[in-house]
């Protein structure tokens, strides 16, 4: 299924000092594509100079500024877009600035500057069960808008990341043996990881199986989020302390919340207790792609944690001031073997 005609191609990624647009950057590098890399002139130095070293060669634009990213889409056969405001942003960036405005620029400069072939990062559309929210809105409006240019696009659509839901980000602390389950956790997910992401982003480069396609992407477990909590217990030999943040709490956050991140992340949490698996095998007899399994994960993460040069670092991070979520508890109590406690989301 490969295309060997892109093989010498120059790949722009947009998002590039993100953690999914570093890792497809570092990957573009090793299989010896010419890599670009956007970047703010307000973009972290560290994270530059992070992709210096890879080999990546930073071009300045803003997703905010569409001349900008005209600029710096000449000369490029190739984008993979994977920025979001969800994660890290900075003044002046929103799911309406960013996701939706910003992503539609992206795909209107592509068009205007001659690229051939457009990969966006989204993710599966929701049941209808799950309350609408920006972020999944502005997906769908850059996905039509992509379909609707003259040029090749790629749509993947990844399923829940488990380094970020089930990393101390979103309250699953792997080294205190601490986990916050939204609603029941009990719905089983397809978990996939980043760097699996990211392969399949590059892997779709150079496979006609890509073109003019939309991908969902998933792991190859379909496992809850207690099912995961069992993996890390099994894998490290505690038992987890669970907090558990019920459903109609997560639904009057989202009403609540002051902005359409807020409402995001609201429905992002929802959502683990509504999606359905994903099947992949289609997608893996088209790209033979080795994925990370959730132990694989677990054993990883134990891993790392226990190293000096980490010890004390996962433990540390919570979801960002940039994130408006903290979490009180409003009762506990102690079954056999595990510590369970039921808390509330508050608006910070």
């Given amino acids: 299924m490969e295309n060997n005609n892109t093989k010498n191609s120059t790949v722009l990624v947009v998002g590039a000092t993100g953690v999914l647009g570093m890792e497809i950057c570092r990957q573009l590098a090793a ?21 210096h070293e890879l080999g990546v060669e930073t071009v300045t634009g803003d997703m905010k500024d ?45 068009s205007a500057a001659g690229v051939e072939h457009v990969v966006f990062i989204s993710f599966p559309p929701f049941p209808p069960t799950t309350p609408e929210f920006a972020l999944q809105s502005a997906k769908r409006v850059v996905e039509n808008r992509l379909k609707s240019k003259n040029f090749t696009y790629t749509i993947l659509q990844p399923t829940y990341f488990m380094d970020i839901w089930l990393g101390p980000a979103m309250g699953f602390d792997r080294v205190r043996a601490k986990a916050v389950i939204y609603g029941k956790g009990k719905n089983r997910i397809s978990w996939i990881a980043i760097k699996d992401v990211a392969r399949f982003a590059v892997a779709s480069l150079d496979n006609s199986a890509a073109q003019n396609a939309v991908i969902q992407l998933g792991g190859p477990d379909n496992l809850s989020i207690l099912d ?17 943040v019920p459903d109609e709490a997560l639904r009057a956050q989202m009403a609540a919340a002051p902005d359409s991140l807020g409402k995001a992340f609201s429905g992002l949490m929802i959502g683990l207790n509504e999606v359905g698996t994903i099947d992949m095998k289609e997608t893996l007899r088209n790209f033979p792609i080795q994925l990370t399994s959730l132990r694989e994960y677990a054993k990883q993460c134990l891993s790392m944690a226990a190293s000096p040069k980490f010890k004390n670092v996962n433990s540390r991070r919570r979801i960002s001031p940039q994130q408006p979520f903290r979490y009180q508890s409003l009762t506990s109590r102690r079954p056999p073997g595990r510590k369970r406690c039921v808390a509330g989301p508050t608006i910070s």
């Fill in 228 to 244: 995961a909590v069992g993996i890390f217990e099994q894998e490290s030999g505690q038992t987890f302390e669970l907090q558990n």
């Fill in 31 to 51: 299989a010896g594509k010419k890599v670009k890399g956007l970047a703010r002139t307000s973009s972290q130095k560290e994270k530059v100079n992070g992709l």
């Fill in 66 to 110: 569409p001349q900008s990213l005209y600029q710096a889409f000449q000369n490029v056969d190739a984008i993979i877009s994977t920025a979001t405001s969800t994660i890290s942003h900075q003044e002046g960036d929103s799911i309406e600035t960013v996701d939706l405005a910003g992503q539609l620029n992206v795909a209107e400069a592509a």
